[in-house]
């Protein structure tokens, strides 16, 4: 299993950018899909996007997409989410996740995600 660390988070005015890192520890890496998620206080957790093991395939939810972008260096064991045009409904806590599974990562169940980082706490606010 991978131990995965996240680091970026801070608090920034709608409008502004962050880039989230997640950073992993660990063998093969790179055959891991692995994907954002975050959970506002009295929301579900919600899968962001996420990428394939060799960053050829990508997805983001609706609420995200064409704002976000998600990429990898297996080189460094590090992913990243680029967010910009952030608003403040994308205030919450973000956390990586790694999974196995085979599947196109938008079909990986949060279930499948077997190791998971502590979260970094992104607050958007003017």
């Known amino acids: 299993q991978l131990q995965l660390v996240e680091s970026g988070g801070g608090l920034v005015q709608p409008g502004g950018s962050l880039r989230l890192s997640c950073a992993a520890s660990?063998?093969?890496?790179?055959?891991?899909?692995i994907a954002w998620f975050r959970q506002a206080p009295g929301k579900e957790r919600e899968k962001v996007s996420c990428?394939?093991?060799?960053?050829?395939?990508?997805n983001y939810a609706d609420s995200v997409k064409g704002r976000f972008t998600i990429s990898r260096d297996n080189a460094k064991n590090t992913v990243y989410l680029q967010m910009n045009s952030l608003q403040t409904e994308d205030t919450a806590v973000y956390s990586c996740?790694?999974?196995?599974?085979?599947?196109?990562?938008?079909?990986?169940?949060?279930?499948?995600?077997?190791?998971w980082g502590q979260g970094t706490q992104v607050t958007v606010s003017s």
């Open positions: 996740a790694a999974s196995r599974s085979r599947l196109r990562c938008f079909y990986v169940p949060t279930s499948g995600f077997a190791s």
């Open positions: 660990g063998f093969n890496f790179n055959t891991y899909t």
């Open positions: 990428i394939s093991s060799s960053g050829g395939n990508t």
